[in-house]
């Protein structure tokens, strides 16, 4: 089956620095893959998708690259602020589009 | 903007009893999805639903059922509830995902945690 693979359990930066969260996963099919944001005492939400028609999504600041060749879609951001201080899901749909699989998450705690 | 909501938001049962936590979305989508959220395991698919009248097991679906009475409305049962289905419960709802528009996702709602003991 379908799996996402998240090493980086927490990650603590200053503001300012550049952000690199790995993310890489396993599929049978051409993937369609998410990062989810989830502040404190909420539900996760989304930060952005990347196909592999556009390769690269987009959002607040935040960057994610697909590399089909390494099987990663790594998030970047070149300066992280407080207000990023989150966890950080990434996620890949399975090929009927129903069902979402989540890697454990990396929790991002920047320091002002 | 998308609306789930979840009740309770917080409950604590003991163990054996019956636990019914309830999702409400006001989206019109028809897919809705439970999850569970524990350290080190992310978020875990336990039923998920296609429309009223319709249950699909997840990844982790022992010891819960699930029920969609309408469009709007889907809800997760522990009969006999344990202390290891102690967790922060996520209910989302979404349509179908893999599209090209950019903002096709799963909606989630705030959470409810519940303390088995």
């Known amino acids: 089956g379908d799996s996402v693979t998240q090493k980086q359990g927490q990650v603590t930066l200053s503001e300012d620095d550049f952000l690199f969260i790995n993310c890489t996963y396993s599929?049978?099919?051409?993937?369609?893959l998410f990062w989810y944001v989830q502040y404190p005492g909420q539900g996760p939400q989304l930060l952005l998708k990347?196909?592999?028609?556009?390769n690269k999504g987009i959002s607040r600041g935040f960057e994610a690259t697909y590399d089909k060749g390494t099987t990663s879609f790594h998030l970047q951001k070149a300066s992280v602020q407080e207000s990023d201080s989150a966890v950080y899901f990434c996620?890949?749909?399975?090929?009927?589009?129903?069902?979402?699989?989540f890697g454990t998450g990396t929790s991002l705690l920047v320091d002002p | 903007e998308a609306a789930v909501t979840q009740s309770p938001r917080n409950k604590v049962a003991v163990t054996g009893g019956k636990v019914t936590l309830s999702c409400n979305q006001t989206?019109?989508?028809?897919?809705m999805y439970w999850y569970r959220q524990d350290t080190g395991h992310g978020l875990r698919l336990i039923h998920y639903?296609?429309?009223?009248?319709?249950?699909e097991k997840g990844d982790i679906p022992d010891g819960y059922k699930a029920s969609r009475p309408s469009q709007e409305n889907f809800s997760l049962i522990l009969e006999l509830a344990t202390p290891s289905q102690t967790s922060v419960y996520f209910c989302?709802?979404?349509?179908?995902?893999?599209?090209?528009?950019?903002?096709?996702?799963?909606?989630f709602g705030p959470g409810t945690r519940l303390l088995v003991l």
């Open positions: 989302a709802s979404g349509d179908l995902l893999g599209g090209r528009a950019d903002q096709d996702t799963q909606y």
């Open positions: 599929t049978t099919t051409y993937p369609t």
């Open positions: 990347v196909t592999t028609a556009n």
């Open positions: 996620a890949l749909v399975d090929n009927m589009g129903y069902k979402l699989t």
């Open positions: 989206n019109n989508h028809n897919n």
């Open positions: 639903s296609y429309g009223a009248g319709s249950t």
